[in-house]
């Protein structure tokens, strides 16, 4: 699976829009973004995936480079429950592909 | 959605004795589960795949003999940790993944967090 990168912490001021990046430079053709987040001592939220085209879903949007090698998670409105750790993960879907987490980026949500 | 469950939440045991952990998906079926350990202020790393009617996979580093991973239904899997010392002291998390029809997604349970005293 391609190796992302992420920052380690962002700030985010509740009611504005938290625009969370990700690099992920060498991923192949047939690998999709996945996005998860983690809030504290609970397990991890899957959030929302894409392949190419941006996608929007009740939790948030995904905006994908078209060259593929970035990827942008917006979360248009947080709120403070959105504090959490962000993972972006690429990789194969179908099969029993494993998800392997980086260190994600954590972000707070101030008032 | 799909919901994963894990009990115990929270465990103490005294080291040297065993810990089963059961992790169960309660609206779908789930031929593979994943097992991961949570250290604090760390990423999750996988431990193993759990496939259902056959023996688990482990990554690399992890013991079988003292992670014993158990798949016996399409809903349940259990990880026992066997002769738990200190050092096994962790944040334990189980995912599902759904039949195909449920689009391949992994689905978390909420933890276990096992202290070894």
């Known amino acids: 699976d391609a190796k992302t990168t992420q920052p380690p912490s962002m700030d985010c001021a509740e009611g504005r829009a938290a625009n969370l990046p990700c690099n992920h430079s060498?991923?192949?053709?047939?690998?999709?973004v996945y996005w998860y987040r983690q809030i504290h001592s609970q397990g991890p939220q899957y959030i929302i995936h894409?392949?190419?085209n941006n996608e929007t879903n009740e939790m948030a949007s995904l905006i994908i480079t078209e060259d593929r090698k970035s990827s942008t998670l917006i979360l248009p409105h947080a709120t403070l429950r959105d504090t959490a750790v962000y993972y972006c993960?690429?990789?194969?879907?179908?099969?029993?592909?494993?998800?392997?987490f980086g260190t994600g980026t954590q972000l707070k949500v101030e008032l | 959605g799909a919901v994963v469950s894990q009990h115990p939440s929270r465990v103490i045991c005294k080291s040297g004795t065993s810990v089963k952990i059961e992790c169960r998906s309660l609206?779908?079926?789930?031929?593979?589960m994943f097992w991961y350990r949570q250290f604090p202020k760390k990423s999750l790393m996988l431990m193993a795949t759990?496939?259902?009617?056959?023996?688990?996979?482990?990554e690399q580093g992890v013991e079988k003999d003292k992670f014993l991973i158990n798949h016996a239904s399409l809903t349940l899997s259990t990880l026992t940790v066997t002769s738990a010392h200190p050092e096994d002291s962790s944040f334990y998390i189980c995912?599902?993944?759904?039949?195909?029809?449920?689009?391949?997604?992994?689905?978390f349970g909420p933890g276990t967090r096992l202290t070894v005293t």
């Open positions: 894409g392949l190419k």
């Open positions: 993960i690429v990789r194969v879907t179908g099969g029993g592909n494993k998800l392997t």
């Open positions: 609206d779908f079926q789930a031929t593979t």
């Open positions: 759990s496939n259902e009617g056959s023996k688990a996979t482990y």
């Open positions: 995912s599902a993944r759904d039949l195909p029809q449920g689009g391949y997604e992994q689905y």
């Open positions: 060498t991923i192949s053709g047939n690998e999709y």
